[in-house]
């Protein structure tokens, strides 16, 4: 924890990720009183050394992207409180946000949670997270170029991800809990004509294996009941996202997959609340379009606060 913190502050931001921290900076930079809350500085990005496609940066650390991030929130203002935020309440003309480390007040807030990954579970995936397990096929399939890796995953993700993944791989196994998949059938029946791909149906991983690297994988076919062991150097699990945003969805109208529903200028149903990045209905989940999105909603959140201060606004920068 940062300190105690007090006051109403003109923006809460929920999420220290790029969108998160993109919105602190340019909220900052508008001398809007700004708090960021969140689990952790960096957010998904921070389980990932191999960013290639962030623009303007060669170094590819997630974590290093991140801290920069961070340095540059701070030096314009922005305060960083880690904690986990259980409730955003509409309190008259502001917004209560009540977290396990105290409640704060806001006249803004601005959603940037993320989507996390789902997981399956298992022992060995915590511990090659990131080093040989990867959530992410259109981030870190050239890393797969000329190794045998593992998808896992019967939907759409997962398929195109076998695609994509079979002009860098040597083999790859697609691993899927059933024998029918989610996936549109056009993309499946490409991916089975493909000689570098194996389907193993039925069929769970129960553990991931190695030293220092992914070695092995150990599945288990759920028909038959058989456990054997596959070499693999990367799994790339694609088994769907989840949002964790039941503290603000009494709030805010919602999609299907549980994202906060907003329109170009970062704007939700609810007047004063605003949303950035992974969190939302955006189809696209990089680290570039959340850092633009977070942007998008701080000079929204500042448009909002200063109309309400019956002050103009922000002038759209080409008119
Ligand atoms: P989905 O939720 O569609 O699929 C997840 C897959 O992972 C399912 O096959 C599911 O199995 C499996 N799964 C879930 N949990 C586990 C687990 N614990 N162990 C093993 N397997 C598990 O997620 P996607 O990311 O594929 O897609 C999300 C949405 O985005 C979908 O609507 C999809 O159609 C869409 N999408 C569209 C694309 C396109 O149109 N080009 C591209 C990519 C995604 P089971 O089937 O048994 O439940």
Known sequence: MDGKKDGTYDVIIIGG???????AIYAGRR???????SLN???????????????????KSGPKLMKIFETQARSFGAEILIGYVQKVEKTGENFKVITNV???????????????????NVPGEEKFLGRGISTCVTCDAPFAKNKIVAVIGGGNSA??????????????????????FRADEITLERIKKLENVELVLNSV??????????????????KSGEIK??????VFLEIGH?????????????NEFNEIITNKLGETSCEGIFAAGDVTDCAYKQLVIAAGEGAIAALSAYNYLARKAGKEGLKVDWK
């Open 31 to 37: 001398l809007l009183k700004t708090l960021v809350i």
């Open 159 to 180: 398929v195109e991800g076998v695609e994509v993944l079979s002009k860098f791989a040597k083999k790859i196994y697609l691993i899927h809990r059933k024998e029918e």
């Open 41 to 59: 500085i960096g957010g998904q990005a921070l389980l990932t050394e191999q960013i290639e496609n962030y623009p303007g940066y060669l170094d």
């Open 17 to 23: 990720g790029p969108a998160g921290l993109t919105a």
């Open 242 to 254: 989840e949002s964790k945003i039941d503290f603000v969805k009494h709030l805010v109208k919602t």
């Open 205 to 222: 991983v129960i553990e991931f294996i190695g030293e220092k690297k992914l070695e092995k994988i150990k599945i288990q076919n759920l």
């Open 229 to 234: 062991e596959l070499e693999v150097q990367m």
């Open 102 to 120: 105290g409640e704060f007040e806001a006249k803004a807030i601005i959603v940037a949670a993320g989507k996390i990954p789902r997981r399956l």
